[in-house]
């Protein structure tokens, strides 16, 4: 299994990107789907996260401006930002979880930077 991950640039404070991760591979079950971030020198933090069932969480930080969706045709998650922050800027690395065939899988991350 193999995750990639796009949509990843630079944009100005308040203004909006979406998010793109794709799992590639036989895959018969996904668990989770989820968005992390990390800054330098900083641990990687959860952003968001949605299950098989279509629950989902977020950060504090991210609430009301973070979407996260998915597609299970495409076995892809995706995470609309909007209204976003200079404190948004990071690595952003998607995460599957899966249970079949078992594994927590990570994406090779994308950079999103937001401007002031």
């Known amino acids: 299994v193999q995750l990639q991950a796009s949509g990843g640039g630079l944009v100005q404070a308040g203004g909006s990107l979406r998010l793109s991760c794709a799992a590639s591979g036989i895959i018969f079950s996904i668990s989770a789907m989820g968005w992390y971030r990390q800054t330098t020198g900083k641990q990687r933090e959860l952003v968001a996260v949605i299950t098989s069932g279509g629950t989902t969480n977020y950060a504090d930080s991210v609430k009301g401006r973070f979407t996260i969706s998915k597609d299970n045709a495409k076995n892809t998650v995706y995470l609309q930002m909007n209204s976003l922050k200079p404190e948004d800027t990071a690595i952003y690395y998607c995460?599957?979880?899966?249970?079949?065939?078992?594994?927590?899988?990570w994406g090779q991350g994308t950079q999103v930077t937001v401007s002031s």
């Open positions: 995460n599957f979880v899966i249970r079949v065939p078992r594994g927590d899988y």
